[in-house]
């Protein structure tokens, strides 16, 4: 036991002897235990005795170093334990000298000595308390005047703050809302519950309200849409904070206001994610994630992390989100080996030895072109990266005898218009092919737009309404359907857990949302008013683009899933030389130049119908050439595998023979 004595442990040493004295003589005088003992100086000594005894047990559990200004449960048990035990012994001792004091005395006095070796000691964190709020008190005059919605737990913790003057909650409390009619007319914190969520708006009239603090956080999602469409019509400045039931009691202290963030706004609830389902398949094991360093590549590690892999395999082509992953991972998770690998999935050598070196035994693949006006630019690139990529991770999955493997869609793969859409379409084409014929659990999943992913609508408008607008929005009725990226992570870890091979997993996304709906939510967040403020100005569809996106192939048949709100369709695969021969007609068209290669896309891929360009007229697209011959209709027959990846060595595949046009309804 080593202990350093400072000035503050010898002033509360020589307190808890002074303690030790006053406690005795308190319980002698309480109790009437007195006769004799003050007749001679021999009390002294037995209570110094004590007091010794006191001071040796507080040594003992460390109660002269510790930082009383963080005090909190734990210490305040430490100190019930130790002056406990101080006085047991001390009575103990006094028994063996033969000094017979009644139980009462010792009892009395452990109290009255808890009460003052304890309060002393808290007495330093009540005054580090008032001494911090008295520096982070703004002025009152600074402060907005603040209409809090929900006076439950959460509500209680924020206006109680605030009335404070805690700058972590800044705010002068005047009136709060719930829709609780017991609470309503009821006062907490000293501050009137003054009518339902009904009533902001008059109460922000009325009251002069600058800020409104929505302290609901368990509420539902169509409440909090309900909810915040009503405050973002007041204009006043939008915060919220998390449900303090979800804190430990030392970090209530801490908890801050935030901004409310569009995905606040989201009508639909959120998958949740099954630790257990997913434990299953990735604990323990080596996971690599094409295209980690991406949005949804990087939220996919930082979920599989939580299930405790054995390692974890980043591998991307940019190194510096890569790096910059790692970093964090290694900080958060030092228990599971982290790796980094630069790579192309393009570069099929470089696949070979990762997967030789690390033989994962999960597979995610993330790494994609996903920008469709690029891609109608560079389509190229898009059947390079997005197929033949595609082809050569899914090969060198089954190669190396992966247990999972998990391709990443896109709802823009449903009847495609674009050539990034295509692209992904054959993604899963290929991938349900391998899924009939590998020893490796194929899987796909598909979902909509992610909020706050890389080139996504929302960071582009909120920095066009940072510089002031316009707001460029390309159709006033073109709609898509949104998720959060730790959503669509969730959904894309679950769905490993539940495929069987060659599903095709769906997001049941609720309603699709109006573009034009979300820049004018996004603007009145900031406090500005559309039209007003911030103008939105149309621009037209870029090409490529759909006006809505969908989810489902007219071909496909879903069911619902043990996971509520995610559907799983099989699909219609194609047969391996119907897969073989369109994915060696793609390769073939990369010779040359662009508009053969659309041509090639439009030939190859089912159900994909260009986009007209733009400035034509509207209706019916133009008819896409007939596609290749099919030669045959059986999943999983005995031909050989798909045609190399691209990198692999070895002689160029023959481009495919001529046929007649498939007929109609043929297989998709």
């Excluded at 991406?294 to 190194?319: K, M, N």
């Excluded at 994609?368 to 630019?377: G, I, R």
């Excluded at 403020?533 to 569809?541: A, K, P, S, T």
Aim: proline share 7%; with cysteine.
């Amino acid at each position: 036991m080593s202990v350093r004595f400072t000035g503050r442990s010898v002033l509360l040493v020589f307190w808890d002897i002074a303690a030790t004295y006053f406690a005795f003589i308190f319980a002698s005088v309480a109790t009437q235990q007195t006769e004799g003992l003050f007749d001679n100086t021999d009390f002294l000594f037995l209570f110094g005795l004590l007091a010794v005894i006191n001071v040796a047990t507080l040594l003992t559990f460390r109660l002269y170093n510790n930082l009383w200004e963080y005090a909190g449960t734990s210490e305040m048990l430490q100190m019930v334990y130790a002056t406990a035990l101080a006085v047991f012994l001390g009575a103990l001792i006094h028994y063996i000298a033969g000094v017979r004091l009644p139980i009462r005395v010792y009892l009395v006095a452990w109290v009255v000595f808890l009460f003052c070796a304890g309060g002393i000691r808290f007495l330093f964190r009540y005054l580090y308390q008032g001494r911090r709020k008295a520096q982070r008190r703004p002025p009152i005059g600074a402060r907005p005047r603040t209409l809090v919605v929900g006076a439950g737990e959460t509500g209680s913790l924020t206006i109680k703050r605030m009335v404070g003057g805690d700058y972590a909650m800044q705010g002068l409390p005047i009136v709060a809302v719930d829709d609780d009619p017991q609470k309503i007319g009821q006062r907490i914190n000293d501050i009137k519950v003054a009518g339902s969520t009904a009533d902001i708006l008059d109460l922000v009239r009325r009251f002069q309200i600058e800020q409104i603090v929505v302290a609901i956080p368990s509420a539902t999602a169509a409440e909090r849409q309900r909810i915040y469409g009503t405050c973002i019509q007041t204009n006043c400045h939008l915060l919220t904070l998390p449900n303090v039931r979800d804190l430990r009691m030392d970090e209530l202290d801490d908890v801050r206001l935030r901004e409310v963030e569009l995905t606040d706004l989201l009508s639909r609830e959120e998958v949740v994610f099954n630790t257990r389902m997913a434990s299953g398949y990735l604990a323990g094991k080596c996971v690599l994630i094409t295209g980690g360093g991406g949005s949804i590549g990087s939220e996919l590690a930082r979920q599989v992390c939580t299930v405790a892999p054995r390692q974890l395999v980043v591998f991307d082509i940019y190194e510096n989100t890569a790096y910059e992953l790692e970093q964090e991972l290694m900080r958060r998770y030092d228990d599971i080996d982290i790796r980094v690998q630069i790579g192309s999935v393009c570069d099929q050598r470089c696949l070979d030895q990762v997967f030789a070196t690390y033989r994962p035994d999960v597979v995610f693949h993330a790494a994609a072109h996903k920008h469709v006006p690029l891609m109608e630019a560079n389509p190229r690139e898009a059947v390079l990266n997005n197929v033949l990529g595609t082809l050569g991770v899914v090969q060198a999955a089954d190669r190396y005898g992966a247990g999972h493997f998990i391709f990443i869609s896109t709802d823009k793969a449903v009847n495609p218009t674009s050539v990034m859409g295509a692209t992904k379409r054959m993604g899963e084409l290929i991938v349900q092919y391998y899924a009939a014929r590998s020893q490796t659990c194929f899987t796909a999943v598909r979902f909509g737009n992610v909020l706050g992913s890389h080139g996504s609508a929302i960071p582009f408008f909120k920095r066009q309404i940072a510089e002031g607008g316009p707001v460029t929005i390309t159709h006033p009725d073109i709609t898509r359907y949104f998720m959060t990226i730790p959503e669509s992570a969730r959904l894309v870890i679950q769905a490993g857990g539940m495929a069987r091979g060659g599903e095709i997993f769906i997001l049941d996304m609720g309603e699709p949302v109006r573009i034009e709906d979300l820049a004018r939510k996004l603007i009145r967040l900031s406090g500005l008013t559309p039209g007003v403020d911030i103008e939105i100005r149309y621009v037209g569809l870029r090409p490529g683009e759909k006006l809505y996106e969908e989810l489902l192939m007219e071909s496909e048949a879903t069911s619902m899933t043990q996971v509520k709100g995610v559907m799983v369709s099989s699909g219609v695969p194609l047969s391996q030389e119907a897969v073989a021969q369109r994915v060696e007609a793609l390769r073939a068209a990369l010779d040359g130049d662009d508009a053969g290669i659309r041509a090639a896309l439009e030939a190859q891929v089912p159900d994909y119908r260009p986009a007209p360009p733009l400035g034509s007229a509207p209706g019916a697209p133009p008819a896409p050439p007939a596609p290749a011959p099919l030669p045959g209709d059986s999943v999983g027959s005995s031909a050989p595998p798909l045609g190399s990846a691209p990198g692999a060595p070895g002689a160029p595949p023959a481009p495919p023979a001529p046929a007649p046009p498939a007929p109609d309804g043929g297989a998709q």
